[in-house]
């Protein structure tokens, strides 16, 4: 073994360097978000449901967005038929964020806890907020 | 290998340095072009294409010249160009990271690239652009590097880059007639739409790499002991002279058939370009400025006894060289869209944004070819004192 | 593509592994409802075997004319509005004078009022489209109705389909189509919220109302044109088009190119056309 020393050392400053993101988050952004629903939308709802299970739309709204995405815009098909066989109008702007208008509690609150940017916005129009 | 690069003279590390200061400000000007969009650029709804895409066409020719020393040394046994293959190579390489660099910065959403790769489309010219390329650069990192590793060690290189260095060379006309089926398959736009256009980058492209090739061999004799000697720049020197005479020729056949048929479409963009349109007449001075160096670098290299003058020939090289540069990093691509659609002409001058990231890919494509020359002359000096030591 | 069943069974299960409960999802699975959880258009959508569109520019009289209808497209759209800055212009529909709309047609015994009489361009939904060809990642694409579609969130800003396009249809977003004008004023006046805008660096241009027709609407140009512009299935021959197309002279822009336009321009204006 040659120069041991000053491998070990290397690896040291490349380690502190690379673990860098983890002890700069360490014992802050801990708060799990809490994505908000009470939209006035939402609260007029009789059954206060999404167009699939809160479970799956919490772990696959990308996917099925996605999905979503290219159906339209490539196939033309816009009605969402769900698992229940209930009946969705296929848009971002103006099915998701009719519900959704707080996207700033909504949206927001996971993605940036995520640090995820979807480009989403830089196209698709977000509901008017206030500034708070 | 790699230690060469990092051993050399006070004049080789300034060299770098000053490289490396054009790239920063070449990523500057990158940055602001990436918060800002392409509208910092000169190019507009008229004139969508502009520097960036034809520096990558004239770059691409640069890559498929390295051919014009595989083919005599591999298929004909051209001992003369052995020390000078590797140059070729390394030249290449050097210039298809220029031409991939070229197509990202010309991009407007350039974080989607791998789109490409995601959604193939053989349709599409552009995507069997990406894979020649690509694989061109490919073959010429492994073929280069295995046979100046073998060199360093006094053997020959193993057999199984044999068959890789034969297909090169198909490959090398590939990327050319590849790159110019991206014009000459579009409807529209006359300046494009000619079945010679390929035949022409290939003639253009074996006249200008190689007398970049042998400027930068001349160089290369200067500043270290490898020397390809006078039998090999004189062999590259009449590959350009022929080069350059089709490249001559071809391009008068295009201004024959658009000005003899007479049939409007096809006579604009010539006119626009050697003579102006409507009043515009951005481009006549360049067009002129390549029209005589294209002569008189022909001149100087067809009379054997400028062409055999080493005080001239560098001169009939540049001449040569800057002509095909205008010809194809300025005329052709901007020349294709004008006048526009609806016959009316907009120019395109490139903003310094523009011109500052095009020098600094320039910048990036001669660190990466310093690098990989030191590596060679290296190599080859190494082995050349050991021949004389034993 | 929608989710097909295989696709939701490994999201489910997949999830279900790594414990962020796809077991509901499952169990509505076993209850066989996700066989309907499919994409299907909108019964009250317009349907064709290849839309196409009629103009008559002897029904555009007057400047306001031509203005309605690209107001119209514009402002459904969410197109950027460049006053003063016309290299970077963005634009669907607007009008040329013949001699630019056919290059090569006019001639100089023509009357001038003729030459420079206004013509509606936008992109023609060729039939074999040059854009659709050259376009590396399917980001242009052909419907099965003939729309040539624009895929905002696949392009990604080669720009070879606006060199490719022998009309000129196609603009390139060289700046933020939500910054500002030269003037300090918003590119997008009045934003429609219903429809998106486009992000910087991608290429767009008409797509025939795509939207409109899956709701069973008419494109927003031919809505407001008075007649002017009619839209209709060219395959279908008892189609407004079709007729129009039967009974009086109609041209193309470029046809000679191969492209197969499907805009048919009636010339009309006088008793002699
Ligand atoms: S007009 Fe141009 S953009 Fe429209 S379909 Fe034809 S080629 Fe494509
Ligand atoms: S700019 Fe976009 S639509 Fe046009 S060819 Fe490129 S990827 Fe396709
Ligand atoms: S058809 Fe629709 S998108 Fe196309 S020009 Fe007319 S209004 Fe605009």
Request: with cysteine; proline share 5%; glycine share 8%.
């Amino acid at each position: 073994m040659y120069n041991s020393g000053k491998i070990i050392a290397g690896l040291v400053v490349f380690l502190a360097f690379f673990a860098f993101p983890f002890y700069y988050n360490l014992g802050k952004a801990n708060a799990r978000p809490e994505p908000k629903l009470n939209t006035p939308v939402i609260q007029q709802l009789a059954e206060k449901k999404c167009v699939e299970s809160r479970d799956f739309m919490r772990s696959e709204h990308m996917q099925l967005l996605n999905d979503w995405r290219d159906s339209v815009v490539r196939d033309g098909n816009r009605i969402y038929v769900n698992a229940e066989g209930k009946k969705h109008t296929i848009s971002l702007q103006n099915t998701c964020m009719n519900c959704h208008s707080n996207k700033k509690e909504f949206c927001d609150s996971c993605h940036n806890y995520m640090a995820v940017k979807p480009y989403c916005w830089s196209c698709h129009i977000q509901p008017k907020e206030d500034k708070s | 290998m790699l230690e060469k690069a990092l051993i050399g003279s006070k004049r080789y590390w300034i060299w770098i340095f000053v490289l490396l200061g054009i790239i920063g400000v070449g990523f500057i000007a990158y940055l602001q072009q990436w918060k800002y969009g392409l509208g910092v650029t000169g190019l507009s709804r008229d004139v969508s294409w502009g520097f960036y895409i034809a520096q990558f066409t004239f770059l691409v020719g640069v890559a498929a010249s390295a051919v014009m020393l595989v083919i005599p040394y591999y298929l004909h046994d051209y001992k003369k160009f052995g020390k000078i293959v590797i140059l070729g190579e390394f030249l290449a390489i050097s210039a298809v990271t220029m031409c991939i660099l070229f197509i990202f910065v010309d991009m407007g959403q350039p974080m989607r690239i791998m789109n490409v790769v995601l959604h193939p489309t053989p349709g599409s010219v552009m995507f069997w652009d990406s894979v020649v390329l690509s694989g061109y650069l490919f073959i010429n990192l492994i073929v280069g590097w295995t046979t100046l590793g073998a060199d360093r060690k006094s053997v020959p290189p193993p057999a199984w880059v044999k068959p890789l260095i034969y297909l090169s060379i198909p490959w090398a006309v590939s990327i050319h007639t590849v790159t110019a089926f991206l014009y000459a398959g579009i409807p529209g736009r006359h300046l494009w739409l000619t079945a010679i256009m390929a035949a022409r980058f290939l003639a253009s492209a074996f006249a200008a790499g190689p007398a970049l090739l042998i400027l930068l061999v001349m160089f290369v004799r200067k500043v270290s002991k490898l020397d390809a000697g006078t039998e090999a720049i004189q062999s590259l020197a009449k590959i350009v002279t022929y080069a350059m005479i089709a490249n001559v020729f071809f391009f008068l056949l295009e201004v024959f058939t658009a000005t003899y048929s007479g049939i409007p479409g096809h006579a604009h963009p010539l006119k626009y370009l050697f003579f102006g349109l409507d009043g515009h007449t951005a481009l006549v001075p360049w067009m002129w400025t390549a029209t005589v160096l294209a002569f008189l670098g022909l001149g100087l290299l067809i009379f054997p006894a400028t062409r055999q003058n080493e005080g001239i020939l560098p001169i009939a090289l540049v001449s040569v060289f800057v002509a095909a540069w205008i010809d194809k990093g300025m005329g052709l691509v901007i020349g294709g869209f004008i006048p526009n659609m609806f016959e009316r002409v907009t120019e395109y001058t490139p903003t310094a944004t523009e011109l500052a990231i095009t020098v600094g890919v320039y910048a990036v494509g001669l660190l990466v070819l310093t690098v990989l020359y030191k590596i060679a002359i290296g190599v080859r000096e190494d082995t050349a004192g050991e021949a004389e030591h034993h | 593509m929608s989710i097909n069943r295989r696709q939701f069974l490994k999201i489910a299960g997949a999830s279900t592994v790594l414990g962020l409960g796809g077991a509901s999802v499952v169990n509505s699975l076993k209850r066989g409802g996700l066989e309907a959880s499919q994409m299907s258009p909108d019964p009250k959508g317009l349907v064709a075997k290849r839309w196409g569109f009629v103009v008559d520019v002897s029904k555009l009289e007057s400047e306001e004319d031509y203005k309605r209808c690209a107001d119209a497209c514009h402002n459904i759209h969410n197109v950027p509005v460049f006053k003063n800055d016309k290299l970077h212009e963005v634009k669907w529909i607007w009008k040329e004078p013949f001699e630019n709309t056919f290059p090569g047609t006019e001639h100089e015994y023509m009357s001038h009022e003729f030459k420079e009489k206004n013509f509606l361009v936008f992109c023609n939904h060729c039939a074999k489209p040059a854009c659709v060809k050259v376009c590396p990642t399917k980001a242009t694409f052909k419907r099965k109705d003939g729309i040539v579609m624009q895929d905002m969130h696949r392009c990604i800003g080669c720009r070879f389909c606006m060199a490719a396009c022998p009309f000129g249809a196609r603009s390139f977003n060289y700046l933020d189509p939500r910054g500002k004008d030269t003037d300090g004023t918003p590119l997008i006046k009045v934003e429609n919220k219903t429809f998106p805008t486009r992000m910087i660096g991608v290429v767009e241009k008409c797509t025939a109302c795509y939207e409109r027709l899956s709701i069973g609407q008419q494109p927003a140009c031919a809505e407001v044109s008075n007649g002017a512009i009619v839209f209709g299935d060219l395959e279908d021959p008892n189609s407004e088009v079709r007729k129009i197309i039967a009974t009086k002279y109609t041209i193309r822009r470029k046809p000679e190119l191969g492209t197969q336009p499907s805009i048919y321009y009636v010339i009309g204006g006088s008793e002699h056309a």
